[in-house]
């Protein structure tokens, strides 16, 4: 089945420096590619997500680049503010295992993104 | 508030009881998805619904747990013979249908067994 190595498990970064996140996955065939934001005690909260057809995808501060060559994709946070603080998750959808299409994600162990004001 | 919501919020229960948890999706959303999440992890996949259907069940759902979702609309989880290790946060998601691919999570349940 799918694996996804997420990097790094903490990160802090002064508030307006950038953040970047790495994740990587083992099924060539993954395609598709989803970043969740948890807030303490909330529920996961799709931020940005990019699909293997895409090698890069901006939402205002947020933006998303996948390498399908080295399995790899990455969250990039530019301007931080102290709102951005939470554990970011990334997550993939494996290769389609039937016709009914399950997609099911697989995350990272996630990060915990910490903005120092 | 139209996205997914879960009942209840926080259960407490000794080893060895049963619980049920509940979970309304996004309307008209087909797909349902649960997932359980443990401190410091990522969510783990349990099992999913196209409509009323159960089409996948991971392997880390064991015999104890079973779910519906009788009417292709909420879906219930349930645990029985509880056990210390089945604490975790049980999140269900939604999503329109097969392609359309983003997940929309609920607030979770979170579990403690004692």
């Known amino acids: 089945g799918e694996n996804v190595e997420q990097h790094p498990s903490t990160l802090s970064v002064q508030e307006g420096d950038s953040a970047v996140i790495k994740c990587t996955y083992s099924d060539s065939a993954s395609n598709y590619f989803p970043w969740y934001k948890q807030e303490l005690g909330k529920r996961p909260q799709l931020i940005i997500d990019?699909?293997?057809?895409?090698g890069e995808k901006k939402d205002q501060r947020i933006a998303v680049t996948l390498n399908k060559t080295a399995k790899h994709f990455s969250l990039h946070i530019t301007e931080t503010q102290p709102e951005d603080s939470a554990v970011y998750f990334c997550a993939a959808i494996p290769a389609v295992e039937s016709n009914f299409g399950n997609e099911k994600l697989t995350f990272g162990t996630g990060t915990r993104l910490t903005i120092i004001p | 508030d139209t996205g997914v919501s879960q009942n209840p919020r926080h259960k407490i229960t000794k080893r060895g009881q049963n619980v049920t948890f509940r979970c309304d999706p996004i309307?008209?959303?087909?797909?349902l998805y649960w997932y359980r999440q443990t401190l410091g992890q990522g969510p783990e996949f349990l099992t999913y619904f196209q409509n009323e259907a159960q089409l996948e069940k991971s392997r880390l759902l064991s015999d104890r747990f079973s779910a519906e979702r009788p009417k292709g609309s909420f879906s219930t989880l349930e645990i029985q013979r509880t056990e210390q290790g089945d604490s975790a946060m049980y999140l269900c998601?939604?999503?329109?249908?097969?392609?359309?691919?983003?997940?929309?999570f609920g607030p979770g349940t979170r579990l403690t067994v004692t």
């Open positions: 990019i699909r293997s057809n895409v």
């Open positions: 998601a939604s999503s329109w249908d097969r392609y359309s691919y983003e997940q929309y």
């Open positions: 309307s008209e959303h087909n797909r």
